[in-house]
């Protein structure tokens, strides 16, 4: 039976031991918020005729190859939403970004994440928020809850201040969400000085920062995580 509320969530939680520090890392989509920001977004700007019909197509083509399970370009689909905010002020697009939070977003964080969270923190653990989501959603989020560490998606930024389509590197999403922790625990704390101690997830993207988590927690999963996390006997919530 899957856990309700925070019960298990805080259950058996110990302090940093002396000289580690213990990362609490949660998924934001669909895990920390009961809803998909992108998903959301993309609604949010087809209101407001921000997006051309065929950039809507072709993002309707790949959230049907993503919902089959077929290999995606995930840089293209933000690079996609992002022809709404190509050659604008990078600070008036986060504005714009943080608004859309407080609009369609905060109604949505899940309390039992925002009391995980706080219960992480007053553990000793280093809470991180890691999500595919563009990064002033989840910087807007952590003004607002919790957790003080975020790794997020991250648009690239011209030399006059204007956002482009470009993704900063790669999207956090699937195997790059371990790939980014691992390089955040190594360049806060140094390498050996840190440990995945708990992650949190709901979809099958997230079965490598689960995997390498001391307590995995499959959060509301989908039907491929949550038979992985029968299979593995990780704790299953119900959020």
Known sequence: MPATGTESAS??????????????????DGTSIAGNSPVLLVSHLLRRKMLKKRVVFR????AAAYKLRLPQNEAAVRGLVFTAFEGKPA??????????????????????????????????DTVVVISATF?????????????????????????????????????????????????????????GNWELAYAYGDHHSDRAVLSAAEHPRAVS???????????????????
Do not use: C
């Open 135 to 191: 990064e002033p959603i989840i910087l807007r989020a952590m003004e607002r809850h919790p957790f003080d560490n975020q790794i997020s998606t991250r648009m690239s930024v011209a030399t006059d201040g204007t956002y482009t389509r470009a993704v900063e590197g790669l999207p956090v999403e699937g195997e790059e969400k371990l790939a980014a922790v691992r390089r955040f625990g190594d360049s806060r704390f140094g390498p």
């Open 221 to 239: 999963p989908d039907r491929p995580l949550a038979r992985t996390a029968r299979e593995k006997g990780w704790e299953i919530l119900d959020w």
């Open 59 to 62: 993002i309707l083509l790949w």
């Open 11 to 28: 259950a058996q939680m110990q302090g940093a031991p002396e000289g580690k520090a213990r990362l609490a890392v949660f998924d934001f």
């Open 91 to 124: 600070a008036e697009v986060d504005a714009f970004l943080a608004e859309f939070y407080d609009e369609r977003i905060a109604p949505l964080f899940r309390p039992e994440a925002d009391a995980a969270m706080r219960a992480h923190a007053e553990a000793g």
